[in-house]
């Protein structure tokens, strides 16, 4: 059972492009599968909290940061296992 709480934020840049279309799209299966909420936050509002290190687009899933390619079956396994450990 996944955490109801947990909130996925998809950081992603303006205009969209094929990656952040690619990504939210992604995100969104896995966020519906296990019944999470989705967020989508434009990058250059959130570059102050996160550095210039750190280019959209990206998932940031609390504190964890989650680059652009990772699998869907990738981001389900860690959403359970985090659920899990809390």
Do not use: H, W
């Amino acid at each position: 059972m996944v955490n109801p709480n947990i909130i996925i934020e998809v950081v992603v840049t303006e205009p969209l492009g094929t990656n952040c279309r690619k990504l939210i799209y992604n995100t969104g299966l896995v966020a519906e599968k296990l019944g999470l909420e989705i967020k989508i936050t434009r990058g250059d509002s959130i570059k102050e909290e996160l550095g210039e290190q750190i280019v959209p687009p990206f998932i940031l899933i609390g504190e964890l940061v989650l680059g652009k390619d990772i699998a869907p079956e990738k981001l389900e396994q860690l959403l359970t296992e985090q659920s899990s450990l809390k």
